[in-house]
Structure formats: C-alpha cells, structure tokens
C-alpha cells in the first residue's frame, strides 16, 4: 500500500451566498482506511461529503483523487459512490435491479451482472431469495443491506456514507455498526462515514476527525480524540467529562479556578504544568475518577458532595458537588460506590488519567 | 340498527348510482342497441343486423377514425414532448414560478375553445395578424398555413396542453430527488437518469396526461373544423352527420360504439397499469 493519500482535500472552501460553510478544509485519507466526520448538526459534515462525491461544487479548494483533480467532475463520472441518508434505493426495480443498477450502466452482460449481485447479496448475509423482492417489502436493517450491496456493485475506489443508519432502532444499528466493520475488513477499501454520533464513531473507525463550524478541530485515533483532546469542544462532544478552569502557578504547576483541587507535589513533574500566569483546562474522564477512602491518595484530589446516583445498565453514574461544581464519576457496577446523597467524599484522580487542554481560540476569517 | 348501518355505504351511493344509470349507462345501452339495427331506422324494434360496420367499411368510415387516432396520437406525443421540460421545471425548479406558470396555463380553460381557435385563425391567415403586418412592412408575404393537417395537430396540441401539463409535473413531482442524485452517483448519465429513473417513476403522470389528452384529441371537431377547414373529416363529424344531416342513427351509434371500444379500451388498460393512489397522494 502506497503511502500517498487516496484522497487529498486542499483548501475546500464552500460558500452559499453570505454564509461560508467551510473555511479551508485540509485533509489526507489513506487508502483501505475507515475515517469517520463526526459533528453537531450544521458542523457542515453533509456539505463536505456532498462536494466530496460531486453533488455540490466547491467555491475554490482542490479535490484529488490519487492525485488526479476530481473537484470539477460531476458526480456521474468520479469513482466514487455514497449510501444515502434516505438509502435512496429505486422503489421500482426490485432487489436484484438495484443492485445490478451501476452495473446495468457500466454495460455489464445480464448473466455477469446477476451472477455478482446474488454474490453480494451473501456478501450482505441476505438470502440470495431476496433477488425478486420489491423493495417495499424489505425492513430496515434489509434495505440498509441493500443500498450497501449497491455500493459495492459500483465497486467505488471511496465509499462515502452519509448518516445511513440515523433512522434505525438501537439494537439493529449496533449490529449493522459491526457489521460495517466487518465489512470494511472484508472488502479492503476506503470507507468516509459521516455521523452526529459520537458511539457509532468511536465502534468504526480508525481515524476519527471532529467538525465544528466548517472547520476539522481535530483529526486523530480514537483513543487520542477521547484521552487527549485539543479542546473543550471535543472533549465535551466525545461524552461525559470533567473540566477544571485552571492557570498555571509557579509552586505547584497548577491552579484550579472556581474548585480546590490539592495537588500532590508538583504538576510539572505528571507533565501538566502550565507557565505561571496561563489559561488552561484540566480534563479528566468520569471512569479515571476514584473515590478515596481516608488514608488513600491521588495526585489530584477533590472534596465533594455526593449529589445523585444513575444506574446506566452496566456502569453507575454519581453526581458529586464540588464548590458549586457538579463532577461526573463513573464506576462499573461491580465497583459500585456505596453512598447516599448528602454524604461528603473525597475524588481522586492520576495524572497519567487527566490531561491539560491548551486552547487557542481560531484567528478570525 | 346494526342492519342498517351495515348498508349505510349502499343507501348512500344510490342516488349518484341511478344519475348515472340514467345519464350514463343509458344512453350508451340505446347506442349500442342502434348500432346493430339496419339502416335509417329510428326504433329498435327491429331485426338486428350489422350492417352498419358493414357501411363502415365500405364507404371509407374508418378513414375518418384513422385520421382522428392517428392525429391524437401525433398531438399526444408532442405534448409528452413539449410538456416534459416544462412540468419538470414546475415540479423541481420554478418554485414560486411554477403559480404563476399554472395561473396563466388555467386562465386559458376561462375562454371558450372555439373562440380561442378563431382566434388562431385570425392571427395565422393570410392577410391576418402575422402576414398582414410583416406584408405591409417588408413587401414579403406567404400563403396561409391554415387548412390542412398540421394545423389541426398544432391546434389539439394548443388546446389539450393543460391535460398533460399538470398531470405531468404531478408525476414528476413524484420523482424523489435522492433516486436521481443516488443513480448519478453510481455513474449514469442524464439520459440515463431520465429513461431509468424518471420516466418509471413519473409513469403515472405520463399515463393520465397522456390518456386526458389522447381521448380529448380522439373526439375534437372544432380544430379540423375551424383551423383545418375541413381538410380531412374526423370521426366525431362523422358521427355528427350521421345523426342528423345523414339521418342514420344506426351509423352513427355504430362509429360511436366503434370509437368508445377503441377509448375505453386504452384508458381501462392505461389506468390498471398505474398506480393512480400513488397520484392522488394516497399512501400505499
């Protein structure tokens, strides 16, 4: 596998008349890799994907496509090929018919063209009967397997997705989330998922990017976007998290703003100092947080409250009020924290577990 | 109670139904049965023969229903044709455009045809609107293009676009724009995309539009009378004639079962291919 991008995005800017949807999108997607967009809705994730695949076109910026510019192609003629928010299936062809369309376009022989439809339909782990149904007659998880087989059949150098599975059930798109990566594992190639949500993000993809307001604020493994995130924004996109307003000091490293937070020794050495005088934001994630029994430490510790109690299935989440401040601690239900609302405890957190959000605000365009 | 309520739907229906029992039904039974009656008869009281369909063919009848679905056939496929871009443009383009285009296109219907068709007349003949001036500017003039078959086509296509425009851009309204996006991504061109997509999708509009205006065309006489002058005789004349200067009911009722067959056959075969609730915003 080459190490040239598959796709490069080089300064994508897409305005609609005063409103500039995109301001100068950068972006490499490796070949055989699964990139997932995630972002708010109006981050401007579907524009993107819609000149991506030729819908729209982009007010400047290049699009190339193992290096040949594709941003002028109409949408017909580039290698590539999306499954719709809506699927976006033929409801006058039956199955098979829809499967066999981009085939039927490219000149296939009939006999050829039946032959790897009912392939992909076992690829698809649909019955090869479904062949002659219409497709009103299919479910959902059915149609989604569907539109997928007829991606495929076009056999896209990039498969684009735009929010396919946003209508269906929770258990079913849990199944159809793995079965995505199954299949990306299976078939080898380039798959561009656009989602709102973060779950079906982090079940996916190898590289995940984070859109806010037109612009990437992050692009990184899913570990990386989760434990280190660059700012306040991802970090509260990517789930439950405790953020502490804090400057840097000259004798301890750091210094909390609104809560007292007793740092033992100093920041510097956990690497999470910031020069005295400086903004930033400690993060640390509600399941790297411990209650401390007395004669226990951390290197973080905070005084609080318990507040509230939720049982989330296989994990428990308290609520602990800390000067005002509420924090977030998630235990698994094995190690459930046996306290009632009113009680005082002590929070306690590792400095490996926390991490120090440096944020620059983006200079104005 | 119960035993009435149970024949609620029918009570109901009973008054419409003998309407058209009388006004419908009737009517058609009396011609059916004089068109199997001899010649320049006016009673059915007696013996039945077919010597009407026997005339037809003898006397060159059928030419005039040739003529009249050969011509409906020709101004309803130019409609599809010309009426295809713009209810297109009407159901996916114009927006608030598209009142304005239907206000002016049913403004039309408020005029009586035939007054409409002289007016036409008035405008294409020699010495008329258009001649007349650019005669009289530029010393160029030319005969009339009235009074023969392509003006009579021209004048069906005139006057039965509304029935295939609406029902046309009903139908490609119909078309959901996603399929058309989904089949240009997976690489079809536009023709393409019109004869897979489009045209299966919006056959229901295609199908009434086309069926409105063919059987329309089928009975006109004011366009092959007015703007034609008569330049070929169309079967609803023949008829016509039949009935009264021929003083031959059964001919006539016999071209009239001959051209109702021959229409309701087509609209009854158009119609069962359709699904018409789809049209009618029914949900399936």
Not at chain 1, 92 to 115: C, W, Y
Not at chain 2, 121 to 149: A, Q
Not at chain 2, 184 to 190: F, I, M, N, Q, V
Request: charged share 20%; glycine share 10%; aromatic share 10%.
């Amino acid at each position: 596998m080459s190490t040239d991008p598959i796709l490069r995005l080089d300064g994508i800017v897409k305005r609609f008349g005063d409103f500039t949807a995109l301001h100068g999108i950068n972006l490499d997607i490796t070949e055989g890799e699964f990139l997932t967009i995630v972002g708010p809705s109006g981050s401007g994730k579907s524009t993107l994907i819609r000149l991506l695949v030729g819908m729209d076109e982009v007010t400047s910026g290049e699009i190339r496509l193992r290096g040949k510019r594709i941003d002028q192609t109409p949408a017909n003629e580039r290698p590539t090929c999306m499954v719709f928010q809506s699927l976006a299936l033929f409801p006058h062809m039956s199955v098979g018919q829809n499967i066999e369309f981009p085939l039927k376009i490219q000149g296939v022989p009939v006999t050829d063209r039946k032959a790897r439809a009912l392939e992909l339909l076992e690829t698809l782990r649909l019955p090869t009967s479904f062949y002659d149904k219409r497709i009103n007659q299919c479910s959902g998880g059915e149609k989604q397997r569907v539109a997928l087989a007829r991606a495929l059949a076009f056999d896209p150098e990039i498969l684009f997705f735009d929010e396919p599975l946003s209508a269906l059930d929770y258990r079913l798109r849990k199944t159809l989330e793995k079965e995505l990566k199954d299949l990306h594992n299976r078939t080898g190639k380039t798959f561009v998922y656009i989602t709102h949500s973060l779950e079906e993000a982090m079940v996916m993809s190898d590289r995940i990017a984070i859109m806010k307001e037109g612009r990437f604020e992050q692009i990184a493994v899913a570990d990386e976007i989760y434990g280190a995130p660059v700012s306040r924004f991802v970090a509260e996109f990517m789930g439950e998290v405790n953020l502490f307003d804090v400057t840097g000091a000259a004798k301890t490293g750091l210094e909390a703003q609104n809560v007292e937070i007793n740092i033992n020794g100093n920041a510097a050495d956990l690497g999470l100092a910031l020069n005295p005088g400086n903004p930033g934001t400690l993060m640390v994630r509600p399941e790297f947080v411990r209650f401390l029994p007395p004669g226990e430490t951390a290197d973080f510790i905070v005084a609080g409250k318990m507040h509230a109690e939720y049982a989330l299935g296989s994990r428990i989440q308290y609520e602990v009020e800390a000067a005002g401040k509420m924090l977030t601690v998630e235990k698994l239900r094995e190690d459930r924290f046996m306290g009632k609302p009113g009680d005082k405890v002590m929070l306690g957190f590792d400095g490996e577990a926390a991490h120090l959000i440096l944020e620059s605000p983006h200079g104005a365009d | 109670m119960e035993r009435i309520d149970r024949r609620l739907g029918f009570l109901s229906a009973l008054p419409l139904g003998v309407v058209l029992a009388l006004s419908f039904l009737a009517p058609m039974l009396v011609i059916a049965i004089f068109s199997v009656m001899p010649q320049k008869v006016f009673s059915v009281l007696n013996m039945p023969d077919f010597s009407s369909f026997g005339v037809i063919i003898s006397q060159g009848y059928y030419k005039s229903l040739l003529w009249s679905l050969g011509m409906a056939a020709v101004s309803t496929f130019m409609l599809l044709i010309i009426c295809w871009p713009l209810a297109y443009g009407m159901a996916k383009v114009f927006n608030r455009f598209t009142l304005v285009l239907t206000i002016a296109v049913v403004m039309t219907l408020f005029v009586s045809e035939n007054i409409r068709l002289f007016g036409w007349v008035l405008t294409l003949m020699k010495g008329g609107l258009f001649e007349g001036h650019i005669r009289h500017w530029t010393g160029i003039g030319w005969d009339s293009p009235l009074y023969n078959v392509s003006v009579i086509v021209f004048g069906l296509v005139y006057v039965y676009l509304p029935f295939m425009l609406f029902p046309l851009a009903q139908g490609i309204s119909m078309v959901p724009d996603d399929a058309r996006q989904a089949a240009a991504d997976l690489g079809a061109s536009r023709w393409r995309i019109l004869w897979e997509i489009d045209l299966p999708l919006a056959a229901p509009g295609i199908v009434i539009g086309s069926l409105l205006s063919f059987v329309l065309a089928a009975g006109a006489t004011a366009e092959s009378k007015i703007l034609g002058g008569q330049a070929v005789i169309v079967i609803s004349d023949d008829i016509e004639t039949a009935f009264t200067f021929g003083q031959n009911w059964p001919l006539g009722a016999a071209l009239s079962l001959i051209l109702i067959g021959i229409i309701g056959g087509l609209a009854i075969y158009g119609v069962s291919r359709v699904d018409l609730d789809a049209i009618m915003g029914r949900k399936r």
